[in-house]
């Protein structure tokens, strides 16, 4: 029998202190949840949610209007255990990609909401290509199309960093205070990075307002964790057992945690006795949390999919499997971690695995598997750049670039075929046209993309061996013959 405890509703029509682009289920699990919890606690209504898609998802800002903006988040500690919420603090949708072949349905609305004084912060979940940077250098991508066409059209933008620059441009112009910009998304230094989309966006528009950027407004960095996967039919079905029939809702683990830097020139919520953590530099938590948690998750994604195995849970079962993740955890990537005194890292190791083992999550490691250009470099490479600097060796990262680069040919070792969602996917699939089952020149070509691999690291002595000699076991033998 499930036990389902109800979180009480907040009261609601607060006004809107925050905008918000990528409106995904992780902003509706995690975000907010955190500023729900906070106007519950504390009645204060400021700082309700302007929610936009820049993309994707049209439906997602229609159905949620249709709804009066409130949708549910179900929490599962277990299979037994489940925390029903009904959010309200997002308060309204917007949609800005293209729809019917036109762009910008509320791009007016979106920027009107952005250059209100009464909005002070600005966050963002727009996954890691949203923000248009190359992995390894982190410089904007100006040839991208998209990036080309905002800085050709700047007051009509249609990327998160155009969309940014062109809001700060028009409170720059008005007078008005800029606001704050908190990436939420999954990168080392989150906030820097964003700095350096807008900064550099702006310097090709403005000079002047790009000092500005530079000068008078704030991006701080933030670690986000909770795993929100991507809803299935099951999930809705499970929910509807539960009594809540709500196509907008997402289902998420117990845990949840915000570590956030202490930098709002313009206020923010009070969301500490929430659970926010404020801190004055975030770097440690979020290389601690990329490359534990999000290097065992990519590790399960690649290796998993090319077994055949659909979702962590399935992937985290497997006694193999699991060894290899307390194995990375422990000895490739706990020994470049600097974290405060008092962290104990094998205690996090566990914590990570019991959550990877939440038998009431169906987290597909394809979704996990999306995207690696754009995740490789802050989850597996900065660490082991560190490791083989230090003359260690990185066996299980090896065999998890060799599992990525076989993934990417878009068929697993059986042979059945799988969509490659990757910026580079095309890239990736001419490169195993060109070279086949070549693992020498395969590899070589691969650790070639500097957009992704640093050429200091592709050319550690060693380092490509040891990756075609992993690739062959992998796919000569098996995932069982290389694990072992
Ligand atoms: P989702 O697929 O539900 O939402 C993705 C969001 O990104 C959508 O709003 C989409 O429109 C937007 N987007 C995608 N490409 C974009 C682009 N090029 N420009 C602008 N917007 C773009 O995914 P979800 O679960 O919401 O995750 C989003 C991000 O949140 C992740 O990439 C990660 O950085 C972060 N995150 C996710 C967690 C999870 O477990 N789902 C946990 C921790 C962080
Ligand atoms: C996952 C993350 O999809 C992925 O890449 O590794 O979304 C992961 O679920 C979160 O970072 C957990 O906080």
Redesign the pocket.
């Known amino acids: 029998m499930t036990q389902l405890k109800r979180a009480p509703a907040a009261p609601r029509q607060g006004r809107i202190g925050i905008v918000h682009?990528?409106?995904?289920?992780?902003?509706r699990a995690?975000q907010a949840v955190y500023l729900e919890r906070y106007r519950q606690r504390t009645g204060d209504a400021a700082w309700g949610i302007s929610s936009a898609?820049?993309?994707?998802?049209v439906g997602l800002v229609d159905t949620l209007r249709e709804a009066g903006h409130c949708h549910h988040v179900a929490e599962y500690a277990d299979s037994e255990s489940v925390t029903l919420r009904e959010i309200g603090v997002i308060e309204e949708t917007l949609f800005t990609?293209q729809e019917d072949g036109q762009w910008g349905r509320d791009l007016e609305a979106l920027l009107t909401r952005m250059t209100a004084p009464e909005t002070r912060i600005v966050t963002l979940?727009?996954?890691?290509?949203?923000y248009f940077l190359s992995p390894a250098s982190g410089d904007l991508l100006i040839d991208d199309p998209?990036i080309a066409f905002d800085i050709a059209n700047p007051a009509s933008p249609r990327?998160?960093p155009g969309i940014l620059v062109e809001a700060l441009a028009r409170r720059r112009a008005a007078g008005v205070a800029p606001f704050t910009v908190l990436s939420?998304?999954?990168?080392p230094d989150n906030g820097k990075r964003t700095r350096a989309a807008v900064s550099q966006l702006a310097a090709r528009r403005d000079a002047a307002l790009a000092e500005w950027v530079e000068r008078a407004v704030a991006f701080p960095c933030s670690m986000?964790?909770?795993?929100?996967?991507?809803m299935t039919e099951t999930d809705f079905a499970r929910l509807a057992e539960l009594g809540v029939e709500d196509k907008n809702a997402v289902v998420c683990e117990a845990f949840a945690q915000w570590v956030v830097e202490e930098d709002f020139p313009q206020g923010r919520p009070a969301w500490e006795a929430d659970g926010v953590e404020m801190v004055s530099d975030v770097a440690p938590f979020e290389a601690m949390k990329l490359r534990m948690l999000n290097g065992s998750h990519s590790l399960l994604a690649y290796l998993g999919a090319l077994d055949g195995i659909a979702t962590v849970f399935e992937a985290v079962s497997r006694d193999d499997l699991e060894t290899l993740l307390r194995r990375y955890m422990l000895e490739e990537a706990a020994p470049t971690l600097a974290m405060p005194e008092g962290t104990d890292l094998e205690e996090y190791a566990e914590r990570l695995i019991a959550r990877f083992a939440n038998d009431s999550l169906r987290h597909r490691l394809q979704q996990i598997a999306m995207d690696g250009s754009q995740k490789l470099p802050q989850r597996w490479l900065d660490g082991a750049g560190m490791r083989l600097e230090a003359g260690e060796p990185v066996p299980c990262t090896t065999l998890g670039i060799a599992a990525w680069i076989r993934y990417t040919k878009g068929e697993d070792l059986s042979g059945n075929p799988y969509p490659v969602d990757d910026p580079l996917a095309e890239h990736f699939q001419a490169l195993h046209q060109r070279h086949g089952e070549d693992a020498d020149t395969l590899v070589r070509a691969f650790l070639a993309e500097d957009a992704i691999f640093a050429p200091e690291l592709a050319q550690m002595p060693g380092f490509r061996e040891a990756v075609v000699t992993a690739y062959h076991t992998l796919t000569q033998r098996s995932l069982s013959a290389a694990l072992a």
């Open positions: 682009l990528g409106l995904g289920a992780f902003h995690h898609n820049l993309r994707s998802s990609g979940t727009v996954t890691e290509k949203g998209m990327t998160a939420c998304d999954n990168m986000v964790d909770r795993i929100v996967p991507a």
